[in-house]
């Protein structure tokens, strides 16, 4: 009966490990009251999600495609000057990041499409990709009028800042390990 019982024991703990960081996601990280990391893409987003209103630019954070991707690549915001818009992919990776946007401020709505860098030249040089918050994304024309929000690469404000997103996934297992460990001792100490 003992040895079915550490075989269950195993059998439970590799179960749930397993099952836990199915669920693990990235993580947002916010840097500063004005950046926030994404550890999937490795890009860092401004936390003023309409900062080209905020910051006096435009009225609205409203551009076609082509004023957005100037606006990026000339901002000089929080020290930094080699912004520039996310491409489809980061944008819909930020989806993925997180349910949870609290760590940005002036958000349209789940809906309000950005304009994405990304663009494919072979269908139609006319029309660039954009994504929104709910998942979706388009491939409109560049002449409409879509938010404009920048990114950075990589995590360049102060690691040494402490306000993140926690992961349960990665607490746990490290309390399912420990758990473990203290098991284990205690059935070696009863062996002897």
């Known amino acids: 009966m003992k040895i079915y019982s550490k075989k269950t024991l195993t059998a439970l703990s590799i179960t749930l490990m397993l099952g836990i960081t199915s669920q693990a996601s990235a993580t947002l990280i916010k840097r500063t ?7 999937i893409s490795n890009i860092t987003w401004l936390a003023d999600v309409q900062y080209a209103k905020t910051s006096g630019f435009d009225d609205d954070s409203k551009m076609n495609w082509s004023d957005s991707m100037s606006w990026a690549a000339d901002l000089d915001a929080f020290g930094f000057s080699n912004w520039r818009l996310a491409s489809l992919t980061e944008g819909k990776n930020l989806r993925s990041s997180s349910s949870d946007f609290g760590f940005f401020v002036n958000i349209p709505s789940s809906t309000a499409p950005f304009w994405s860098s990304s663009e494919d030249t072979s269908i139609n040089t006319d029309k660039a990709f954009l994504f929104k918050l709910n ?17 950075i690469d990589g995590d360049i404000a102060d690691k040494k800042s402490n306000a993140t997103v926690s992961e349960p996934a ?3 297992i490290f309390t399912l390990g420990l758990a473990g460990l203290v098991y284990r001792r205690k059935q070696l100490s009863l062996s002897k």
């Open 33 to 39: 009251d004005n950046l926030v990391y994404d550890d």
């Open 135 to 151: 998942g979706d994304s388009g491939f409109p024309l560049k002449t409409g009028e879509r938010f404009a929000w920048a990114v």
């Open 170 to 172: 990665t607490m746990a």
